[in-house]
């Protein structure tokens, strides 16, 4: 069972360069996430899809979009990437009727490092 | 709004010992509480949560954490650690009134030795 998907693993950008972090999720949820972890800052989310068709932001959304493009997957995109988006991004799901309770589904997490 | 304090950033115990971390909350609503444990090189997963009902909630693993609302407080606990239990562990709130956000402490980093 794959679960959340996320890719690439490991990424270097330069200044001003874009890129686009994908996810697939195989277990038929409804809500998909994006979050970062830095260093002493925990995760912090970026943006959320609440349900297919729908994206909301989230404590960090600035110089970040995303997309919705079917239930299993949400993209997470840098159009200018910067070096203070150095981080390690994560992918989640929930079922939408538990995610109140905490049912977070994470992937491994992908390494982006921008010079 | 939400934050979530975890006191201690590094904890060092020695295997076979009890550990306990730290975890305090504010918020002015009622929240949902969560311990998540990341593994190295590996996303977040559930270790245990509290929604309702008895305030001592048990986990995977062993491990166990008690809510204490006049302290706000969700410290988790197990009593004897192993060296597989080193991991970086995380607390999280999610208000009752709406669930698409997870507010996360900034984490604890258990390391068990030998």
């Known amino acids: 069972n794959a679960g959340v998907t996320q890719t690439p693993k490991f990424q270097v950008l330069k200044t001003g360069q874009s890129m686009t972090l994908q996810c697939a999720q195989d277990?038929?949820?409804?809500?998909m996430y994006w979050y970062r972890q830095d260093p002493g800052m925990g995760l912090r989310l970026i943006y959320y899809?609440?349900?297919?068709?729908?994206?909301d932001k989230g404590e960090v959304p600035n110089g970040y979009n995303v997309s919705r493009l079917n239930k299993r997957e949400f993209s997470l995109r840098l159009e200018s990437a910067a070096p203070s988006q150095t981080s390690v991004y994560f992918c989640?799901?929930?079922?939408?009727?538990?995610?109140?309770?905490?049912?977070?589904?994470f992937g491994e997490g992908s390494r982006l490092t921008v010079l | 709004a939400q934050s979530v304090t975890q006191l201690d950033s590094q904890v060092p115990v020695f295997e076979e010992a009890p550990v306990e971390l730290r975890c305090n909350y504010s918020?002015?609503?009622?929240?949902?509480l969560f311990w998540y444990v990341q593994y190295p090189n590996q996303g977040l997963q559930l270790l245990l949560k509290?929604?309702?009902?008895?305030?001592l909630v048990k986990g995977i693993n062993g491990f166990e954490a008690e809510f204490n609302k006049s302290q706000t407080s969700f410290h988790l606990r197990k009593p004897s650690v192993h060296i597989s239990d080193t991991a970086e562990y995380f607390c999280?709130?999610?208000?009752?009134?709406?669930?698409?956000?997870?507010?996360f402490g900034t984490g604890t980093s258990l390391t068990v030795i030998p």
């Open positions: 989640a799901s929930s079922d939408g009727r538990t995610v109140n309770t905490g049912e977070l589904f």
């Open positions: 277990m038929n949820h409804n809500s």
């Open positions: 899809s609440a349900s297919e068709g729908t994206t």
């Open positions: 918020s002015s609503v009622s929240v949902y």
């Open positions: 509290y929604l309702s009902g008895s305030t």
């Open positions: 999280a709130v999610n208000r009752k009134s709406t669930g698409n956000q997870f507010y």
